[in-house]
């Protein structure tokens, strides 16, 4: 009984040591930030696997994100893989304020991201269209930028206390919650034809499909000021041409009744969700943005 009872033990451990985890990625392809590449591929994968871009919060890491949302438990259930890319510039901040990451086919942090996905695409034979980007707070913002640099990669994105693609553009200050430029963070406002003008200026010439988008924002957010989220919506609801349509306090969103929702068309291409007594940053809630990825039904 004894040695049945220590084979058991040996068996559980050696079972959760051969289970999926994140693993580290080099060589992934250019990478002129020299971030790093971290995935989560689940033990059963999908044919054709989706991929969910997962940017970490300033000062955070790829391990903290892992470990910070439910994403992994929902990629066993799904069958998709999680790319979680770090950087360690700027106190682990995404780089959000430069021309390069700003502008389709340029460099910076968003051209390492993207070589992180066409890593995972030919590596795991993944969906070209069904590629997501989500992050939160400094990794919202860079979710942003994703979608409003790279039309082409990504089908949609969710944003959780972010702000709007080039709000921070041009910056000499670290895009930092403790930078000296402080104009974006603090709900820097223009017109939905500014803020659309912003993004197509990152492609010009541009003229296939744009990512659908989420926005998530705390109303007592104090950092990143809620009209940061406002923003956001103003901006992709002017790119994708779609206006408001009803809103919704109360409904199926994150943590229940204190959140309103704010539906754009029919809901399926833009919608933002805005917590009453939400601080910095917005919690993610997985099952509402990966029904809205279309990965959960």
Known sequence: MKLLSAVIRLLAVTGSALGASLQAVTNFGTNPTNIQMYIYVPDKLAAKPAIIVALHPCGGSASQWYSGTKLPSQANSGGFIIIYPQTTRYSNCWDVNNAASLTHGGAGDALGIISTVNYTLNKYNGDPTKVYVMGASSGAMMANVMVGSYPDVFEAGAAYSGTAFACSAGSRSDPTPFGANQTC?????????????????AYPGYTGKRPRFQVIHGLADTLVRPQCGYEQLKQWSAVLGLTNTRNVTGAAVPEGSQYTEIVYGDGTQLVGYFGQGVGHFAPPNEPVMLRFFGLLS
């Not at 963070?185 to 200026?201: K, R, S, Y």
Request: proline share 6%; hydrophobic share 40%; charged share 5%.
């Open 185 to 201: 963070a603090q709900g820097l406002q223009h017109t939905p034809a500014e803020w659309a003008q912003f993004v197509h200026n």
